[in-house]
């Protein structure tokens, strides 16, 4: 199982990494103030799907900004549930459980920090996040739900591979779910990513796939997976 619990991890992570790849319309001398709403959108915008509209996306048309991000969370889940045998049923819990999960992340975008890109202005954005545990003692509970189910032999015999795998991933999303009814969350680290000009020519802004992984890494502890 700890294999499952690996996917998940990843999933989450790159979730944000992708939604961090957004570019925001500019102008050719941003604000620091422009700088941590564009992060602090982006950050809103996956967690929760609710963000400050006077920041604009350049790369989505306006008013699909949360469509776009359902279509990459479904995106994405289909990549990993064809993988690992998830019927639909199991699949929209899957999906239940990484709402959640974003729901309940933390984190607060501090100081914007002027930099020099090139003859360009940039800023480097300080985000502060609180580890979200969801995987805290996960490992240890899904083994006693094993013990469990494969102590009755003669029903796990008489159940086929799409009904064992729906036991398990049933306990699994329950086991997960039960931490987010009262979340813990590990001390406050500070995330530094660039907030800089994209396309000259369009003069659109952004931060990179690997500042978006660093925030999407950082959002989840993987306390409970090692």
Same mark, same amino acid.
């Given at each position: ?60 048309? =306006? ?57 360009? /202005? ?27 189910? /494969? ?32 979340? /813990? ?24 796939? =690997? ?16």
């Amino acid at each position: 199982m700890k294999k499952q619990f690996r996917v998940l991890a990843a999933l989450l992570a790159v979730i944000v990494c992708m939604c961090t790849a957004l570019t925001g319309c500019g102008s050719s001398a941003p604000k620091e103030d422009d700088a941590k709403k564009y992060v602090q959108a982006v950050l809103d915008l996956m967690c929760t799907g609710e963000y400050d509209k006077s920041v604009k996306f350049a790369d989505v048309e =306006e008013g699909k900004e949360t469509e776009m991000r359902d279509e990459l969370i479904d995106e994405m889940l289909s990549s990993v549930a064809d993988d690992a045998s998830m019927d639909e049923a199991t699949k929209g819990k899957f999906r239940d459980f990484i709402m959640r999960a974003f729901e309940n992340c933390k984190y607060t975008v501090k100081d914007a920090v002027k930099t020099d890109d090139d003859g360009s /202005t940039g800023y480097d954005v300080t985000v502060s996040i609180e580890p979200l545990k969801v995987f805290d003692g996960a490992m240890e509970s899904m083994q006693e739900e094993m013990t469990a189910l /494969t102590s009755d032999t003669e029903k796990l015999m008489n159940m086929s591979e799409e009904e064992m795998y729906g036991v398990i991933y049933d306990a699994l999303f329950k086991i997960l779910n039960a931490n987010l009814d009262n979340p /813990t969350y590990g001390e406050p680290q500070d995330i530094v990513v660039h907030y800089g000009l994209i396309d000259k020519e369009k003069k659109t802004y952004g931060t990179s796939s =690997e500042d978006g992984e660093k925030l999407g890494q950082a959002l989840f502890s993987m306390e409970g997976l090692e």
